[in-house]
């Protein structure tokens, strides 16, 4: 069994920052890609930004610039940091891995929770 937890979202005022985490527990063995989505009331899901194992990074238009997607490959953890947000940022955004729960074994893809991110003006 796997879990993916966010923390890290809040309220804050435009022009903030904030860093979201995601950690993965449970029967896990690695993690490969980790993505983070964004869904905000009335529009669909939408991707933010990846990070695959080897580190190599991919931004969605919407906040290139001004988020840093990174890991930790020893704590099964992925964290987005996001700087200068603007009220167009509110949405709850989604962690997604892609977990191996033992070695030679294939990657499935898990999804956490969800954490609200509200940004006022």
């Known amino acids: 069994q796997v879990q993916l937890v966010e923390s890290g979202g809040g309220l804050v005022q435009a022009g903030d920052s904030l860093r979201l985490s995601c950690a993965a527990s449970g029967t896990v063995f690695n993690i490969g890609t980790g993505f983070w989505y964004r869904q905000a009331r009335g529009t669909q899901r939408a991707l933010v930004a990846s990070?695959?194992?080897?580190?190599?990074?991919n931004y969605a238009d919407s906040m290139k610039g001004r988020c840093t997607i990174s890991r930790d490959n020893a704590k099964n953890m992925v964290y987005l940091q996001m700087d200068n947000l603007k009220p167009e940022d509110t949405a709850v955004y989604y962690c997604n891995m892609d977990v191996r729960v033992r070695r030679a074994g294939l990657f499935y893809s898990y999804w956490g929770q969800g954490t609200q991110v509200t940004v006022s003006s």
């Open positions: 990070i695959t194992e080897s580190g190599t990074t």
